[in-house]
C-alpha cells in the first residue's frame, strides 16, 4: 500500500499541471507595467471596491489569496486597466 501511495506522488510531481502556462500572476504584471508589487496590491484593492466599475474583476477576487488571472480573461483586461489608471492618475 505505501509504495501505490508513493508511485501516485511521484507521478502528480513529474507531470506539472498544463494549466499553470495559462495563469498570468501580478508579478507578471508588474514587470510588464513596471510597478511595484506593493502599490499594484494596493491599487488593486482600491480597484475590486468600486464594483461597477470593475466588475469581473471583483467576482474573480478570493479574499487572502495571490493575485492571479486566467490568461486573456475579462478580469485580467479589468486588473491591468485599473493598474494603467492609477499609474497615469500620479
Same mark, same amino acid.
Given at each position: 500500500m505505501t509504495k501505490a501511495? %508513493?508511485? %501516485?506522488? #511521484? &507521478? @502528480? /510531481? &513529474?507531470n506539472p499541471s498544463p494549466q499553470t502556462s495559462d495563469i498570468v500572476t501580478l508579478a507578471d504584471l508588474c514587470k510588464e507595467l513596471k510597478i511595484k508589487p506593493r502599490e499594484a496590491r494596493m491599487m488593486l484593492r482600491l480597484a @475590486?471596491? /468600486? /464594483?461597477?466599475?470593475?466588475?469581473a474583476l471583483t467576482e474573480t477576487h478570493i479574499p487572502r489569496q495571490p493575485w492571479r488571472w486566467d490568461a486573456?480573461? #475579462? *478580469?485580467?483586461?479589468? *486588473?491591468?486597466?485599473?493598474l494603467k %489608471? &492609477?499609474?497615469?492618475?500620479?
Open positions: 501511495k %508513493t508511485l %501516485t506522488v #511521484k &507521478s @502528480i /510531481k &513529474s @475590486i471596491s /468600486k /464594483k461597477g466599475q470593475y466588475p486573456g480573461s #475579462k *478580469a485580467l483586461d479589468e *486588473a491591468k486597466a485599473a %489608471t &492609477s499609474i497615469n492618475q500620479k
